[in-house]
């Protein structure tokens, strides 16, 4: 099983995911990305960082599950997920799988949807964080403080892909009918372990 964290951007996906992993119930699926890496970033927890030609080599060897690219303003960055099993690892769903622990992994809506078609409904569940989008922008702004013109403009070109990404039209398509409000991170935190307790619990 997968757990799968979706939200737009700075809607606090990245403080979420490290306070689900401080309990040790989850196993990390780390993305990868041809991104350059972000300061505080290490390999290997948020992402594996490749060059763009070792990321489309695994691309033609059929291992990543699902891949995206993004025009941005620093040119195109590639995303991608591989599952366990091309890892050398096993997926399973439930307590089948080599540890007893589900997955935690985090992307956007449209990975989402080509890891569900690949696993099913019983093998992901998503977890789809909002946050009010002057608050986001606040965030955003202040993750980047100093970062330069660039920086800014790549801010309002994710902002606005956001709208057209998790529109309300295609989370329906999706099959999100969860939404956590992360204006407060403990209470959100709480209700998505609770949540995840619950489900645990009734598929044994």
Same mark, same amino acid.
């Given at each position: ?28 699926? !780390? %993305?990868?990305?041809? *991104?350059?890496? &972000? ?11 490749? $060059? /763009? @030609? ?76 909002? !946050? %009010?989008?002057?608050? *986001?922008?606040? &965030? ?11 920086? $800014? /403009? @790549? ?50």
């Amino acid at each position: 099983m997968i757990y799968y964290l979706m939200g737009k951007s700075a809607s606090g996906k990245d403080s979420i995911y490290h306070r689900l992993l401080e309990g040790g119930r989850f196993q990390r699926l !780390v %993305p990868y990305t041809t *991104r350059p890496m &972000r300061e505080g970033e290490e390999e290997g927890r948020e992402y594996h960082f490749l $060059k /763009e @030609e070792s990321f489309l080599h695994y691309v033609s060897m059929g291992k990543m599950a699902e891949y995206r690219v993004y025009d941005t303003v620093f040119g195109k960055w590639y995303y991608g997920t591989m599952l366990p099993e091309a890892e050398g690892r096993s997926l399973g769903t439930g307590s089948a799988s080599n540890s007893g622990k589900p997955y935690l992994a985090i992307g956007t809506l449209e990975s989402f949807l080509q890891l569900k078609k690949k696993l099913g409904e019983d093998g992901i569940t998503p977890i789809y964080l909002e !946050v %009010p989008d002057a608050v *986001r922008l606040e &965030r955003a702004y202040h993750r980047q403080e100093g970062s330069g013109k660039k920086t $800014k /403009e @790549e801010i309002l070109r994710r902002f606005k892909a956001d709208d057209a990404d998790f529109s309300e039209e295609k989370l329906r398509q999706a099959g999100v009918h969860k939404r956590y409000q992360n204006a407060n991170l403990e209470d959100c935190l709480l209700e998505i372990e609770e949540d995840i307790k619950h489900e645990r619990t009734e598929t044994g």
